[in-house]
């Protein structure tokens, strides 16, 4: 892949990013645990701030990321912006303002997969990048587009009711750009992403396909 930019202009720009925006990664990965923590020990608003918590991480990326420090190195930045904050306004439509995602862990192949993919992207994804020599500030941290979006698909793997599937066209469309770039950069912390985009909608596909057949078999029609 052909990318208008070099290695060391990317880790630039993540450098710079880091280093502007300190502390806000700190504030970042707490929305990321309290999200998990809603989805555990559950109260009336706990979905609506679940979904919050996703629409505000995708609306930074945009924002924060893409708009004010990607633009630099690569014009199509600026489309990647505005799906960001897109996918954090679909979020916040289906999540936040007419709920229709209900979060709640279930110790089955999804909810087991689910975990798999949060704690890639909390621990194992800075871990793997450490060993492979991406070192902070010049590293992806929580809060960018890769391990934000293998977060994404491991809360919505803990969603016990079938949600509209807009919700998951930008964060698949992403696994697969942001995968390819990141392999093109150096980045193989980002195999995971490809992982989490492909199974993760898969499988979320797959529930919702069965669920639809028990219901008519339910309905006897």
């Not at 954090?88 to 862990?105: D, M, N």
């Not at 492979?132 to 941290?141: A, I, M, R, V």
């Not at 912390?189 to 919702?208: C, K, N, P």
Request: hydrophobic share 55%.
């Amino acid at each position: 892949m052909n990318l208008p930019f070099s290695p060391e202009q990317f880790l630039l720009v993540l450098e710079k990013y880091n280093e502007a925006v300190w502390p806000a990664q700190i504030l970042l990965n707490l929305l990321g645990v309290g999200a998990i923590l809603l989805i555990f020990k559950r109260f009336d608003s706990s979905n609506r701030i679940v979904a919050g918590i996703l629409a505000t991480l995708w609306i930074w990326i945009g924002l924060a990321y893409h708009l004010f420090f990607f633009t630099s190195i690569n014009p199509a930045a600026y489309v990647f912006a505005v799906l960001n904050v897109v996918q954090g306004i679909v979020f916040l439509a289906y999540g936040v303002f007419r709920p229709r995602i209900s979060f709640g862990f279930c110790r089955d192949v999804y909810g087991i997969m689910g975990a798999l993919f949060v704690l890639y992207a909390m621990i194992v994804y800075p871990m793997i990048g450490y060993f492979l020599g991406h070192l902070y500030p010049k590293s992806p941290t929580f809060g960018l587009p890769c391990p934000t979006t293998i977060f994404t698909f491991g809360l919505l793997l803990w969603t016990n009711m079938k949600f509209p599937r807009i919700v998951l066209v930008i964060p698949f469309l992403w696994s697969i750009i942001g995968f390819t770039a990141a392999i093109a950069l150096g980045i193989r912390e980002d195999i995971g992403l490809l992982v989490a985009g492909f199974v993760g909608t898969g499988l979320i596909l797959f529930r919702d396909a069965r669920a639809r057949k028990t219901e008519v078999r339910a309905t006897g029609n």
